[in-house]
């Protein structure tokens, strides 16, 4: 069992920059692909960033790309999302997610993920 807590939320302005943490439990954090969703009122959960167990591979969303940056500290059993040159519609909750398995999975669905945080509210301000 995992459990995941994040961090880090709040109210910002269009153009502010935030970081997300998602502090995981367990002594297997190391073993783990994650990533990031979110989820705007009345949408999907949708797929913004996910990082191999070793850091070395990131994928993002196209929405988000060059714009936020996801990384880990495995000695901390932490994963971060920075984001910067914040949007309007970056505002949702916002999710981490952990899938059992050293590598994320090519679809990004998040049925592929098996441990839910309970989530951050971003909102972003024009």
């Known amino acids: 069992q995992v459990q995941l807590v994040e961090s880090g939320g709040g109210l910002v302005q269009a153009g502010d920059s935030l970081r997300l943490s998602c502090a995981a439990s367990?002594?297997?954090?190391?073993?783990?692909?994650m990533a990031w969703f979110h989820q705007a009122p009345g949408k999907e959960r949708e797929f913004v960033a996910a990082?191999?167990?070793?850091?070395?591979?990131?994928y993002y969303a196209d929405s988000v790309k060059g714009r936020f940056t996801i990384s880990r500290d495995n000695a901390k059993n932490t994963v971060y999302l920075q984001m910067n040159s914040l949007k309007p519609e970056d505002t949702a909750v916002y999710y981490c997610?952990?899938?059992?398995?050293?590598?994320?999975?090519?679809?990004?669905?998040?049925?592929?993920?098996?441990?839910w945080g309970q989530g951050t509210q971003v909102t972003v301000s024009s």
């Open positions: 990082i191999n167990w070793s850091g070395r591979s990131t």
């Open positions: 997610a952990c899938r059992q398995s050293l590598y994320t999975s090519s679809s990004y669905s998040t049925t592929e993920y098996d441990y």
């Open positions: 367990g002594r297997t954090f190391s073993s783990y692909a």
